[in-house]
């Protein structure tokens, strides 16, 4: 009997899973998570939350918690996929069928909704202030670039500040501050043109 394909635009990269995917998502099919389609692949919900995803890669096929963080990892399977980067997402990889044990994953599966349902969520960390002598001088001394200024949403506004403030001299940051002005006055971000 063919094995059930799943869509090539969701997460198997190499298009080598369809069958081990089709094992996880009727694992999860056991529970209360709904599946959706989000950025091109399956993901599972509850309240409209993630929960989870699954996915296919090179090496591996996976099932991810997008708060796995919290999960008690009695099994000690989990793997942050981006050391120093992720948070909170853990993945749970696999190289065949035969390593997927059902009961196990259910178990970890309903942890995962237990934690949702408990809102167990890591707050996302708050970009320290940028703060830069420079260009508050030149705020202070001109009103209609202050005004202008203040129109940009506060991530806007941190782009042009980081902008200044990642330039070593000063002089390279008065340079800076001169050429954004122009922009600040007509309304343009600092990224516009790449979004």
Same mark, same amino acid.
């Given at each position: 009997?063919?094995?059930?394909?799943?869509?090539?635009?969701?997460?198997?990269?190499?298009?080598?899973? #369809?069958?081990?995917?089709?094992?996880? /998502?009727?694992?999860?099919?056991?529970? $209360?998570?709904?599946? +959706?389609?989000?950025?091109?692949?399956?993901?599972?919900?509850?309240?409209?939350?993630? &929960?989870?995803? =699954?996915?296919?890669?090179?090496?591996?096929? +996976? *099932?991810?918690?997008?708060?796995? =963080?919290?999960?008690?990892?009695?099994?000690? =399977?989990? &793997?942050?996929?981006?050391?120093?980067?992720?948070?909170?997402?853990?993945?749970?990889?696999? #190289?065949? /069928?035969?390593? =997927?044990?059902?009961?196990? &994953?259910?178990?970890? *599966?309903? $942890?995962?909704?237990?934690?949702?349902?408990?809102?167990?969520?890591?707050?996302?960390?708050?970009?320290? *202030?940028?703060?830069? $002598?420079?260009?508050?001088?030149?705020?202070?001394?001109?009103?209609?670039?202050?005004?202008?200024?203040?129109?940009?949403?506060?991530?806007?506004?941190?782009?042009?500040?980081?902008? *200044?403030?990642?330039?070593?001299?000063?002089?390279?940051?008065?340079?800076?501050?001169?050429?954004?002005?122009?922009?600040?006055?007509?309304?343009?971000?600092?990224?516009? /043109?790449?979004?």
């Amino acid at each position: 009997m063919e094995p059930l394909k799943t869509n090539t635009h969701t997460w198997d990269k190499v298009n080598s899973w #369809s069958e081990e995917l089709e094992l996880l /998502k009727s694992i999860i099919a056991k529970t $209360e998570l709904i599946e +959706t389609t989000k950025w091109g692949g399956y993901v599972y919900v509850l309240n409209d939350k993630n &929960v989870l995803g =699954v996915g296919g890669f090179k090496n591996y096929f +996976t *099932i991810w918690f997008f708060n796995g =963080v919290f999960l008690k990892d009695e099994k000690q =399977v989990l &793997v942050n996929a981006q050391e120093g980067v992720t948070k909170s997402f853990r993945q749970w990889r696999f #190289s065949s /069928k035969e390593e =997927v044990n059902e009961a196990a &994953v259910l178990d970890y *599966i309903h $942890e995962a909704i237990e934690n949702e349902k408990q809102g167990k969520h890591l707050k996302p960390e708050k970009g320290k *202030i940028i703060v830069s $002598e420079l260009f508050q001088k030149e705020l202070d001394a001109d009103p209609n670039l202050a005004k202008a200024f203040l129109k940009f949403s506060p991530y806007k506004q941190k782009e042009f500040l980081e902008y *200044i403030e990642t330039a070593k001299r000063e002089e390279t940051k008065r340079s800076r501050i001169e050429k954004i002005k122009p922009m600040i006055l007509e309304n343009i971000g600092l990224n516009d /043109k790449y979004r």
